[in-house]
């Protein structure tokens, strides 16, 4: 069946990076844009950013522009958030979820991503 | 950007219903969809295009909206949709980023 599942997640120190990576698999990756959306512990749902089902264009939340870079490999079904100088507020559960006409039907089980020294 | 305000905690007991509103100036301009969380579990799609309800989704889960307000309403609610509950909307200016609502907490005992 179709799913999406997050890695890359750990632990890092302030102003270092990090590349999470989203793997779909069960249907056709390269016909679909990909969302990332965050959760801080204990807060709610932040939207991050998006990629168009082929790669052509990205959109950013103010709050990472600058900073993250969002790529895509069709040919390895896989999104690729690369995640520069890290704050502490970056701390999040990062979830990859699919685009269907601007409803995110499928989702990924998240990665967590710490930001500390 | 903007924002979307829902308000925090809705409490029913089972069988009632649930009303949770999501309100922003937005709103009239964008479709809403609504994205439930239960404990420790990733968001499922329940409302889609102010009203569509996704495959799979119970018929007690239904939504509108109007001017500045869209509505998420669960008919009957019963004790497995205690969760978390959020709108979101696509951002006019460029049509692809978006805008979570501030998040409701439903609780049904």
């Known amino acids: 069946q179709a799913q999406l599942v997050e890695s890359g997640g750990g632990v890092v120190q302030p102003g270092r990076s990090l590349r999470l990576s989203c793997a779909a698999s069960?249907?056709?990756?390269?016909?679909?844009?990909i969302h990332w959306v965050r959760q801080a512990p204990g807060k709610g749902l932040e939207w991050v950013a998006v990629i168009w089902y082929d790669g052509s264009d990205k959109y950013y939340a103010d709050s990472v522009k600058g900073r993250f870079t969002l790529s895509r490999d069709n040919s390895q079904n896989t999104v690729y958030l690369q995640m520069n100088s890290l704050r502490a507020e970056d701390t999040a559960v990062y979830y990859c979820?699919?685009?269907?006409?601007?409803?995110?039907?499928?989702w990924g089980q998240g990665t967590m991503v710490t930001v500390s020294s | 950007s903007y924002e979307l305000t829902q308000p925090p905690s809705v409490s029913v007991s089972p069988g009632q219903t649930a009303r949770i509103t999501c309100s922003g100036d937005a709103l009239p301009k964008q479709s809403a969809y609504w994205y439930q969380q239960k404990s420790g579990q990733a968001p499922v799609l329940v409302i889609f295009?102010?009203?569509k309800r996704p495959s799979g989704i119970p018929e007690r889960f239904s939504g509108s909206s109007s001017g500045t307000m869209a509505t998420l309403t669960i008919s009957g609610a019963q004790v497995e949709d205690e969760a978390d509950y959020y709108c979101?909307?696509?951002?006019?200016?460029?049509?692809?980023?978006?805008?979570f609502g501030t998040g409701t907490k439903v609780t049904v005992l």
């Open positions: 979820a699919r685009d269907v006409q601007k409803a995110f039907d499928l």
């Open positions: 295009e102010d009203s």
């Open positions: 979101f909307l696509t951002d006019s200016s460029d049509n692809h980023s978006g805008v």
């Open positions: 069960g249907f056709t990756f390269r016909n679909y844009g």
